[in-house]
């Protein structure tokens, strides 16, 4: 019997049918996201401004507090009330700038949600393909 044969009846014995699956492969498709480069440079680069404040507020904390740690080296009392509130507003500060660059939306979180979005609606497809070689 040949393949054409089979059409419309019901099989009951083994049919070889040469040639049918050779050269083929099973591949596993999704819809891909094109990605553009001002999209990538927002993944990049996309930090928000509050992070960067808060880096500089911590920095200029770490430094303060490293001033303080050389005055009271010999007795803590050498420290003022008003040098440990400002040694705690910083470190306060850049701790609240960076809870808040993590709560704002910024371009980054934006072009994440995208992406996301896209590979979530985009279906899965798993299918037989001839190979071309």
Same mark, same amino acid.
């Given at each position: ?44 680069? #996309? ?53 808040? #660059? ?32």
């Amino acid at each position: 019997m040949t393949d054409k044969s089979l059409h419309g009846k019901e099989i009951t014995e083994t049919q070889i049918i040469p040639d049918l699956l050779t050269g083929t492969d099973i591949g596993t498709w999704q819809a891909e996201y094109l990605l553009r480069e001002v999209e990538f440079d927002r993944i990049k680069y #996309g930090k928000p401004i509050t992070f960067i404040w808060a880096n500089s507020v911590a920095l200029t904390t770490v430094g303060f507090g490293l001033n303080l740690v050389a005055k009271g080296y010999s007795t803590v009392a050498s420290i003022s009330t008003g040098e440990w509130v400002a040694l705690s507003l910083g470190i306060i500060s850049s701790i609240a700038l960076y809870i808040i #660059g993590l709560l704002l939306p910024n371009k980054r979180k934006k072009v994440m949600q995208k992406i996301e979005n896209h590979f979530e609606k985009a279906p899965t497809i798993r299918q037989a393909f001839k190979d071309q070689n």
